[in-house]
């Protein structure tokens, strides 16, 4: 198993470009199904939950042509079958993002209930609720979600939480329905509106996107479009924390401030000068960042999937912080490896409390899910000598040739094989 090896201590600066949205594109590349026409997607990140994707996709019998430039066509003219099988959708729970189109397009699916990160107990009930509220018999039988309807109907759907793959599954459904559906209390995450846009090339009726009610009027049929992922935003995010914690200098080119605004925020609170132009972000940070205290909660509030890189940029601050967490009940277990670098940190129900201290210590630590792992990849950059981070498997699944960008910005990092 890959590791990765960091030396601490180098200032970040330089220029990279930030990679289509993980989050953005795995809906998206699911909205190829419900049409026979091609699909074709520009921006896709090189990234483990993309190919896991794009396996799925391709055993179910979508056509998959990737090309040489970040682009990919999808034709979903004929299935093989309409059945997602657990040893393609245990690694990654978004694969339950193909049980709505599927059902929408063929009136039948049978989906593995999802694993992926272990960040909580993760229901995907609320997907479940509103397919049956817009008229399909589902039951669960051997680990298998098992949904048929002879077409969809428009329902009014209220989500008591705000779920973002919920709100996906249950608006791309929509688009095939007969009548329209109200989605309530819907999750307004760029991500949504990036796929909200896409199904809207595709000749979908939906209104209110970015809002958290979303209406859409179903169409007998969706047509090809071309779509672009949007940038990602918790990439951004990340190389804008770790160029903070450096007290470096960094460009992110090919992003986008309007869907960072609460990090952003939060970044400046800890000192950092941030300029924004159309299409970049660039940070800079003299001297040691200040202790920021965030709370997570769904957009536009502050991410969850950011929570652990700010928790990393609070060890080193000047300070002391809370950190915490409303979204996932189990989204601390970066807290113990950061203490093996030596941070201050106590867990107090859904909250950290962090001390900051001058300095970490490199360390043996160990990857446990993918923002956990980027956290210590950034709290490795300002440790004391050499940090190694196994299981880096996590990371791979969603930042896009990692060590190559940090390298790009100065860091000292290799990967071990
Ligand atoms: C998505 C993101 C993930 C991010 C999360 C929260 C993707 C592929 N993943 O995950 O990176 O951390 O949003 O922003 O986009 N819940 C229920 N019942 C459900 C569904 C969810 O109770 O049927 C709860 C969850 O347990 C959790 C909360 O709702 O407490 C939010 O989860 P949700 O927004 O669904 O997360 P994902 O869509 O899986």
Do not use: W
């Amino acid at each position: 198993m890959d590791k990765l090896a960091i030396q601490g201590g180098a200032r970040l600066q330089g220029e990279i470009r930030i990679s289509g949205a993980k989050n953005a594109a795995l809906p998206i590349l699911c909205a190829g199904l419900l049409t026979a026409d091609t699909l074709r997607l520009e921006n896709l990140p090189k990234l483990k939950d993309i190919s896991t994707s794009l396996t799925l996709l391709g055993h179910i019998g979508m056509q998959v042509s990737l090309d040489d430039k970040n682009g990919v066509d999808l034709q979903a003219a004929h299935l093989h079958t309409l059945e997602a099988p657990y040893d393609l959708v245990k690694t990654m729970r978004a694969s339950i993002l193909v049980l709505g189109p599927m059902l929408a397009r063929y009136g039948e699916a049978r989906v593995s209930l999802p694993g992926g990160c272990a960040i909580g107990s993760r229901p995907v009930d609320l997907h479940i609720k509103g397919l049956q509220a817009m008229g399909a018999e589902i039951h669960i039988e051997h680990g298998y979600i098992h949904a048929k309807v002879t077409r969809l109907q428009g329902a009014r759907i209220f989500m008591d939480t705000v779920t973002v793959t919920g709100t996906e599954n249950l608006m791309m459904a929509a688009t095939l329905a007969n009548g329209i559906t109200v989605l309530e209390n819907a999750a307004r995450e760029p991500e949504v509106t990036d796929l909200a846009h896409c199904l809207i090339a595709m000749g979908a009726q939906i209104e209110g996107v970015g809002s958290d009610t979303i209406t859409i009027t179903g169409v007998e049929s969706l047509h090809g479009a071309t779509h672009a992922i949007m940038a990602d935003r918790i990439e951004t995010g990340t190389y804008l924390v770790a160029a903070a914690m450096t007290q470096g200098r960094v460009k992110l080119l090919g992003t986008r401030a309007d869907t960072l605004d609460a990090v952003l925020e939060k970044l400046r609170e800890a000192g950092a000068q941030i300029d924004v132009e159309a299409d970049s972000i660039s940070l800079s940070m003299q001297g040691r960042p200040r202790a920021v205290s965030v709370k997570t909660a769904p957009y536009p509030a502050f991410p969850t999937d950011m929570q652990a890189q700010f928790m990393a940029m609070n060890c080193i601050a000047d300070g002391v912080s809370r950190v915490t967490e409303t979204i996932f009940e189990n989204r601390f277990m970066h807290v113990q490896e950061m203490q093996r670098l030596g941070a201050s940190i106590e867990i107090e129900g859904n909250t950290a409390l962090v001390r900051g201290v001058e300095q970490l210590d490199g360390a043996v630590v160990m990857a446990t899910d993918l923002r956990a792992s980027a956290s210590l990849v950034l709290a490795a950059l300002v440790a004391e000598g050499e940090t190694v981070i196994e299981r880096i498997y996590h990371i791979d699944r969603g930042y896009e040739c990692i060590e190559e960008k940090f390298s790009q910005l100065g860091a000292r990092i290799r990967r071990v094989h």
